[in-house]
């Protein structure tokens, strides 16, 4: 008999992390290779943990809501036989195959963990945790920081005076220019009658990739203003006989993205990615899409979207939606994104400046279509107006081939026709 360790997968490229939402197995459970173990929150999408191995569930090392890095051990599983694999032998694991002890838990720290504590200069034997058998959790270690900042702020507000004394009337001084930025921080607390709502692995993921991509993306943006007359008129004549036909929407959303493929196969600069030392030019048009359900937000990708049809396109939209909606998108559909597409347009916005999702160099803001009064051939006319804002990526990206880019997506649009666009 063997003990083998089961730790936490890549989910995807660029994922470092992921949350255990649920364990779908406990101590003592048998389970076959492949089967479902725990669901596990990453990269804006919930995926499935299977297991490595046929055997005997021993311990469930990662409590549920805690965050992993990747490669880091989740569990550990009773293996019959020898295998080719490289394994963890009872030798090297407790005496005896016993469980662990609440000290031998309580020093198994995660690499979060590790980085917190390494970051703020904590000692972890001094950290109460909470975890399984006493085990330090991430929960713990922000809960530590918190309180010492709460310490060290009442220790400078209470004496003051004693202080300068000691250390003369620059100390003051010293103490707010050398603090670190953790200590200087005045913590946000809630009021009576506010509503505290807890940090899930989602929310956590979306808000750690757009601090990644503020902090490291220096963004630029421009807007360019589109006459899509023609194509509302168009998409008027086609929707019902296509809603009967193929039993999903023909959406404005489709022509647009088709649009953007379009442009991105003359303007391959957009469909790039910084590298540090390099620029990455994608060959594949995968366009990236925001899917909102209720109070959650998706970014499945459609890939090869130049070599797709109106209505193949169209019909990506509603599968990749309906997943969405089901909480059935599987790490596969969120993959290998080259350029982001949102359509903010559906909420109503006429505006907006898009975060760009990392690590791609850009992101286009598609705004609701709006009837608006225009001045063709000296005269008034309504037509069907809309806004494109482009977030960029100034590292990659200049003005000049943005700007060129923009204006072929307007040309596109601006011509649509059932002689240049067809569905089918």
């Given at each position: ?40 929150m990453t990269d804006k999408v919930n995926a499935e943990v299977p297991s490595s191995y046929s055997g005997v569930i021993k311990d469930l090392i ?363």
């Amino acid at each position: 008999m063997t003990l083998q360790r089961i730790n936490m997968p890549q989910l995807g490229e660029s994922v470092t992390e992921g949350t255990v939402s649920n364990w779908l197995v406990k101590v003592g459970d048998y389970v076959e290779k492949y089967d479902a173990i725990a669901e596990v929150m990453t990269d804006k999408v919930n995926a499935e943990v299977p297991s490595s191995y046929s055997g005997v569930i021993k311990d469930l090392i990662a409590d549920e809501g805690e965050t992993i890095e990747v490669g880091q051990l989740m569990c550990y599983i009773e293996v019959e036989g020898q295998l080719r694999e490289p394994v963890t032998t009872v030798s090297e694991t407790p005496a005896k195959e016993e469980k662990l002890d609440s000290q031998n838990m309580k020093t198994r720290y995660s690499p979060v963990v590790m980085r917190l504590a390494q970051e703020h200069n904590i000692e972890l034997q001094t950290v109460n945790g909470t975890g399984k058998s006493g085990r330090i959790t991430r929960k713990d270690i922000e809960k530590y920081i918190n309180n010492q900042h709460h310490t060290n702020e009442a220790e400078i507000q209470e004496n003051p005076t004693e202080d300068m004394e000691q250390h003369g009337s620059d100390a003051v001084e010293e103490i707010e220019e050398f603090t670190p930025p953790i200590i200087r921080r005045k913590p946000v607390k809630a009021k009576p009658g506010d509503r505290e709502i807890p940090v899930t692995g989602l929310r956590r993921t979306i808000a750690q990739n757009m601090v990644r991509s503020k902090t490291e993306i220096p963004h630029a943006w421009m807007m360019i203003e589109v006459d899509v007359t023609n194509l509302v008129a168009y998409r008027n004549d086609e929707k019902n006989n296509f809603r009967e036909n193929e039993g999903y929407n023909l959406s404005y959303f489709a022509f647009f993205l088709n649009a953007v493929a379009k442009a991105l196969k003359k303007f391959p600069e957009l469909n790039s990615c910084w590298a540090g030392d390099k620029i990455i030019q994608r060959n594949e048009i995968n366009l990236s899409i925001a899917v909102a359900h209720e109070h959650e937000l998706y970014v499945p990708v459609i890939k090869n979207v130049d070599e797709k049809s109106i209505k193949g396109i169209a019909k990506e939209i509603a599968q990749l939606s309906k997943k969405a909606r089901t909480g059935t998108l599987a790490k596969e559909d969120m993959e290998d994104g080259t350029f982001t597409v949102n359509n903010t347009g559906s909420f109503g916005s006429v505006e907006s400046m898009g975060v760009i999702n990392y690590p791609q160099s850009a992101i286009l803001q598609v705004e609701s279509i709006v009837k608006r009064p225009v001045i063709i051939d000296n005269m008034f006319a309504a037509r069907d107006m809309v806004n494109l804002c482009l977030s960029l990526d100034h590292r990659v990206l200049d003005g000049v081939i943005c700007g060129a880019f923009m204006s072929h997506v307007k040309a596109i649009l601006e011509n649509i026709s059932s002689d240049t666009t067809p569905i089918y």
